[in-house]
């Protein structure tokens, strides 16, 4: 039995329901309630037809007691015991009873010798006492049951007794025995601690029942829901803050409400319950991690209402725009001297205008767009209803300049009419609740004139939000949202184009959190941060045609310089970084090895190897995890010359022996067998740099890591090692001492 | 070319009974958007993939007779198995993960190579566990942009045992990258050779049955509608876009120990709108288009080229070419000759109803046909996301012209069944019509100067098997359009030709 979904609309039925209770009691029991003295209304002996007719209609709302123990009182096999003939349902025990409903139990429960295992949720904040007295007198006297009424003034000493209780009772607790300790659950399994918390203080299963089949009609499932295998964000919000009204899933409709959980679970018991959900009942959808929660924790902290579900659910094939419409402007020859969003431009007589019927924008609908001599403004205008508090993003793409206005307030601009830039531009702006008013410029002085515009809704991936109509060839579907999150026990390891490298590089989402990027061209790991990974929307919708932004925090830009140098005397400075794409002299990528799921790079370095390995480590004590890495050369000689750069910023200093604060965002630590290493200026910059110390080695590299040098497998060569790792500046030092 | 079909159809006849029974039992994978006249002869199949995965089969090959190999756009690589059951038997399982874009796949020598959009990498499985380690950097001499049209398709080795990687332009427009626009091959030594100029954006790369070596190109900048294009060593095809990389591209064969084969930058026509014929004199060394795609008539983006490999277990095409087309979610057939020297022929509708848009083809041995689509950023009209499916014959030979000769004075049909020697023999039952393309820098073309042909006689062999078609005004340079909507077949005097339509491309008439 449950009815928290149903927290709205209970204030609105309950007046008339006292309202016609008033009416048989009479003048008596008006003023009674005011003067808070009903305890002296009693029913005696027999239950009332009053009482009855309270708990009969509690009882029977939509998605209360009756949604799980039925019209019968029968419950249901092995989840919910039945209350028509159950003992402890027509004991004297009333005060158990109160406080089952007050505050909720969770099972296994035995009842007549059979067990039943779910979660009941506690009703104390939706029910009054009395009508908590009332629906355990209608349980007491229907079905057969026989038993002595429960009156308000049993239930009132219960609540006030337990004022502070959140969680459900466990069976245990109501028989007396100790109850069990929370600390001891082992939280180092997400998904089995999870399903602890699923069945138990996270009270999950009380509405989307053990199997997540949910309670049809009522309580959607959790089973096979897009909801909950679909965009992260999504899930994190409503359990975070709730969700209600109308939403359909998996082809039912649901109307009820969710209360958050916010305010009961903390980020990390939040993480492995969805974690758990996300792969239960034939799921199979990646974990949530504690940060994931805390960041949207964080960010919607004035929150305290339950999402309304429209805000939240996708609607295929409808544009949110309404009256969209357009004009294009006559310019003249002297365009280059007009800038957009300027009064000027707007006081420019139309050439062409129209609308969109089907609230689209749709480029090759406008008019005059094709006239290839003349330089081309247009100027879209529209309206739209956001339908909750949300940052939103927005997005466009063409050649030529654009400004996104709303309300009155510039979200993106690039004005300048004479630029034939291609462009990606993108804003985002917290919209309230209500209608909303864009205004697009968009301008080229050539005959390019393609551009997209969409905006999403930041916490949902929905293409439909989207302006420009997905039927045109001219839409780039972008989805904000698309972020890849890495299994427990699997890092995404990803090929393409990134931030702050050239055109060639993999980047790599770990689940500790951490993730970083490397650059083939250069051979050198350039990128190291933390929390969210990529968003892959850009390369996974519409066209691939991005450098993927890294979107989570801390980021650490290592140096660009290559990673290994031959320094014909150690006072040579180390060479400038190459440009993008550009490849250092004597460097070659060879390629990588996934080792345990993760990619080892190797390079040719002049006659040597290189073998680049990145391995995440975790934190202490669950902290922020840091980056161990080792560089490896293999030569067929000894080369005095080679030496490792380890680091570089704008200031490095030396914490203690091997450990190296740079620009006061990382350390570097170095392990035990790296070499000295000495911080050398080199113009404005400090470089960490540490030279080989080689040992003798059968090479063991495979025939396809020698093809480009004139080493040979299992002849006899030389190794020199770098071990590192690097640490967030706000991590504790103690951490690698102890590896 | 085969020019014997008798063997063929033999081997069709008898496969017919043998997969009657199949027929039933597999109607519930059938595809619901085919065309219910097509089932009849090829069903089309929709294979469920990995849940969960969003696959978008863009590049496929075969590794041995029964096992595939299927690269997703995502980058994701499946070994696929059980390939020729029911398609619910068929089996994935994950081989690589996180490729940039792969559109080419060969599997040669226990690596698997994968054409990505910045480099050609190759896989290896080296410690057995069934999941590639080994991501090796096989060649990375092409440029490239973060552009999203530099989609690079992937052939297997060639009778030199080169691969062929056919390289789109940036923007399919320009070349700020070496050998964007051009087709390049790639040694056993992983060796990039410039081989051939003038690629403007390829849709799909293969061999024909004799081993020679086609592209698709796009509708755009000197390409006035779809071509079918011959990749020969040296060769131009006809996109200027490129040719900015001829002296770069012969320096880099000299260095690599190559005698230039390749020639000089040919420049482009002082005229701005000229015609293929006038670029074959202009330039020796371009190649005429094989095949003349009529834009919307035969689709809007031709795609994957193989050949029928299965001697009939496919029906009675087998050694014909198939193609895919994103745009109208079909697979057209198309009968290749040489004449003269030079390599054209006929395109026919196949099968349509694809459930997105068909990009990887592979043609198995067995005579299944496997057809991977995605539309993403470039539509369809199937209209789901990402396809994968099997095209299989049902056994029953469709009533259809086999090939289209050109003649001195006309052309030859050949059919699958014989024709009503009544309305075949009638030159009324056909209609002949013809018209090309501009040759420009600006993109595409109308169709230009529109000619119609008259067909004077048309003889019905003894055997009903053929037709001689005599046609007055055959135009060299022209693609020749021929309706055939009057032609019945001898079995059944109602029934037409499944498609009573094809394209001849004249590049050539023979003495």
Redesign the interface.
């Known amino acids: 039995m449950s009815v928290h979904f149903q927290r709205g609309g209970f204030a609105a039925r309950s007046r008339p329901l006292f309202a016609r209770l008033a009416a048989p009691l009479g003048l008596l029991i008006v003023p009674c309630v005011g003067l808070l003295s009903c305890g002296r209304v009693e029913f005696d002996p027999g239950p009332s037809p009053q009482a009855l007719e309270m708990g009969r209609d509690v009882y029977n709302r939509p998605g209360s007691c009756v949604t799980c123990h039925q019209d019968d009182g029968g419950g249901t096999p092995a989840m919910i015991p039945p209350l028509a003939g159950n003992p402890r349902v027509i004991g004297d025990d009333t005060e158990r009873l109160a406080k089952v409903i007050l505050h909720g139990m969770h099972g296994p429960v035995e009842v007549n010798g059979e067990t039943y295992s779910s979660v009941m949720v506690g009703q104390g904040e939706m029910l009054s006492d009395l009508e908590v007295a009332s629906v355990l007198t209608y349980i007491r006297n229907s079905w057969g049951n026989e038993a002595l009424p429960v009156l308000e003034r049993h239930v009132t000493p219960v609540r006030a007794a337990h004022a502070e209780r959140k969680l459900p009772w466990t069976v245990a607790e109501l028989n007396g025995e100790p109850a069990p300790d929370l600390a001891a659950v082992d939280t180092s399994d997400p998904i089995a601690w999870g399903e602890s918390l699923y069945m138990t203080i996270a009270q999950c299963a009380s509405c989307h029942m053990p199997e997540g089949q949910g309670v049809s009609g009522s309580y959607p499932p959790l089973a096979k829901s897009p909801w909950v295998t679909g965009d992260i964000e999504r899930l994190i919000k409503v359990t975070l803050h709730g969700v209600g009204g109308e939403m359909t899933i998996l082809g039912n409709t649901y109307n009820n409400e969710m209360p958050g959980q916010g305010d009961l679970l903390d980020d990390e018991q939040i993480a492995a319950t969805l974690t758990y959900i996300r792969q239960a009942w034939g799921n199979n959808a990646g974990p949530v991690y504690p940060d994931q929660v805390a960041a949207l924790r964080e960010r919607f902290a004035d929150r305290h209402e339950p999402w309304p579900a429209e805000a939240l659910a996708t609607a295929e094939g409808n544009s949110i725009l309404e009256n969209v419409r357009y004009r294009t402007v006559e310019l003249g020859d002297d365009y280059e001297a007009y800038r957009l969003n300027t009064p000027e431009l707007d006081a420019l007589p139309t050439l062409h205008e129209g609308v969109f019927a089907d609230n689209f924008i749709e480029p090759n609908k406008i008019e005059g767009r094709f006239d290839y001599d003349a330089p081309f403004v247009v100027v879209l205008e529209a309206e739209f209803e956001a339908p909750a508090e949300d940052l939103y993003k927005f997005a466009q793409e063409g050649q030529g300049s654009a400004v996104l206005v709303i309300n009155d307030e510039v979200v993106f601009a690039k004005d300048d009419i004479s630029g034939k830039h291609w462009q990606g531009q993108t804003g985002e702006k917290l919209l309230s609740p209500g209608r909303h008013k864009i205004k697009f410029y968009y301008g080229n002085p050539d005959k390019h004139r393609r551009f997209r515009l969409s905006a999403i809704a930041d916490s949902v991936g929905r293409p439909q939000w989207q302006w420009t109509h997905q039927k045109t060839n001219v839409i780039s579907l972008s989805n904000p949202a698309f972020i890849l999150v890495p299994e427990r026990d699997r890092p995404i390891v990803l090929r393409g184009r990134f931030e702050g490298m050239g055109n060639l590089g993999l980047a790599v989402g770990h689940p500790l959190r951490v993730n970083y990027a490397y650059d083939f061209a250069r051979s050198q790991l350039i990128r190291l941060w933390r929390g969210d990974f990529v968003n892959a929307a850009g390369v996974w919708f519409g066209r691939n045609d991005k450098h993927l932004p890294n979107i989570g925090e801390g980021l650490i830009e290592l140096s660009l310089r290559q990673p290994l140098a031959h320094l014909a005397s150690p006072a040579d400075p180390w060479p400038d970084a190459p440009a993008k794409n550009a490849v250092p002299d004597g460097y070659d990528l060879i390629g990588h090895r996934k080792v345990d799921r993760l990619p080892v790079f190797y390079s040719r370095v002049s006659d040597a190897v290189l073998v680049d390995r990145i391995d995440p480590v975790p934190g202490v004590d669950r902290g922020p995890a840091s980056v161990a890495r080792t560089l490896e050369a293999t030569a067929s000689t000894e080369d005095p010359t080679l030496y490792a750069l380890l680091a570089e910023g704008a200031s490095i200093e030396e914490q203690s022996p091997g450990v190296y604060a740079i620009d006061g965002t990382h350390r570097v630590v170095l392990g035990p067998n790296t070499p000295a290493a000495t911080i050398r200026q080199q113009g404005d910059r400090q470089l960490l740099v540490s030279p080989a110390e080689w040992s003798p080695i059968t090479i063991d590299l495979g025939a396809w890591a020698l093809k480009k040098t004139d080493m040979q497998p299992d002849s006899p060569g030389f190794r020199a090692t770098w071990e590192l790792e690097y640490q967030w500046i706000d991590q504790p030092t103690q951490a690698s001492a102890e590896r | 070319m085969d020019r014997s079909t008798d063997a063929g159809l033999g081997r069709t006849l008898a496969a017919c009974l043998l997969t009657a029974l199949a027929v039933v039992a597999m109607a519930a994978a059938v595809s619901a958007q085919q065309p219910e006249s097509e089932r009849k002869y090829y069903v089309i199949e929709d294979i469920p993939t990995p849940?969960?995965v969003?696959f978008e089969a863009g590049a496929m090959t075969m590794m041995s007779d029964d096992r595939m190999a299927v690269a997703t756009?995502?980058?994701d690589v499946y070994l696929v198995d059980h390939l020729f059951g029911p398609v619910a038997d068929i089996i994935f399982t994950e081989f690589a993960?996180?490729?940039?874009?792969p559109l080419g796949l060969v599997w040669k020598d226990d690596w698997l190579y994968a054409s990505?959009?910045?480099?050609l990498?190759r896989l290896?499985d080296?410690d057995g566990d069934g999941?590639?380690?080994?991501?090796?950097?096989f060649n990375?001499e092409w440029g490239?942009?973060?552009?999203?049209?530099e989609y690079n398709f992937l052939a297997p080795p060639d009778k030199d045992g080169n691969m062929w990687a056919v390289l789109c332009l940036t923007y399919s427009s320009s070349s700020p990258a070496y050998m964007r626009g051009w087709a390049v091959r790639i040694t056993p030594e992983g060796e990039m050779l410039p081989s051939v100029a003038g690629i403007r954006s390829p849709g799909g790369v293969g061999y024909d049955a004799n081993g020679e070596l086609f592209y698709n190109d796009n509708q755009g900048l000197w390409n006035g509608t779809n071509h079918l294009k011959h990749l020969k060593l040296g060769s131009h095809a006809g996109n200027h876009s490129g040719n900015k990389w001829y002296d770069k591209a012969k320096a880099d064969l000299v260095a690599k120990g190559y005698e230039d084969y390749l020639g000089d930058d040919p420049g482009f026509p002082e005229a701005e709108q000229t015609r293929n014929e006038d670029e074959r004199k202009r330039n020796p060394r371009f190649v005429p288009p094989t095949i003349a795609y009529p834009f919307n008539l035969m689709g809007r983006s031709p795609t994957g080229i193989v050949w029928d490999n299965s001697e009939g277990k496919f029906g009675p095409f087998a050694g014909q070419m198939f193609v895919g087309e994103i745009t109208h979610s079909q697979v057209n057939r198309i009968f290749l000759e040489e004449v003269n020297g030079v390599m054209q022929g006929a395109v026919f509708h196949f099968v349509s109803g694809f459930k997105s848009g068909p990009v990887g083809v592979v043609m198995t041995e067995e005579g299944y046909m496997f057809v991977g689509q995605t539309n993403?950023?470039w539509?369809s009209r199937g209209n789901q996301p990402y396809g994968f499916e099997r095209v299989r014959w049902t056994g029953e030979v469709p009533f259809e012209v086999h090939e289209m000769r050109i003649e001195p004075d006309g052309f030859t049909l050949t059919f699958t069944e014989p024709v009503d020697p009544a309305t075949a023999g009638d030159p009324a039952s056909y209609a002949m019509k013809s018209w090309t393309y501009w040759y420009q820098a600006g993109y595409g073309s109308p169709e230009i100067d529109h000619t119609d042909q008259t067909i004077t006689a048309a003889e019905v062999a003894d055997d009903g098997m053929s037709v001689r078609l005599t046609v007055e005004g055959v135009v060299q340079g022209h693609l020749h359009e021929l309706k055939m909507e009057g032609v019945r077949s001898a079995e059944d005097p109602e029934a037409g030709l499944w498609h009573p339509v094809g394209y001849y491309t004249v590049n050539e008439i023979p003495e």
């Open positions: 849940e969960g969003v756009r995502r980058g993960t996180g490729l940039d874009e990505e959009h910045t480099q990498v290896k080296e999941v590639a380690d080994i991501y090796e950097t990375d490239s942009t973060p552009d999203y049209h993403r950023g539509g």
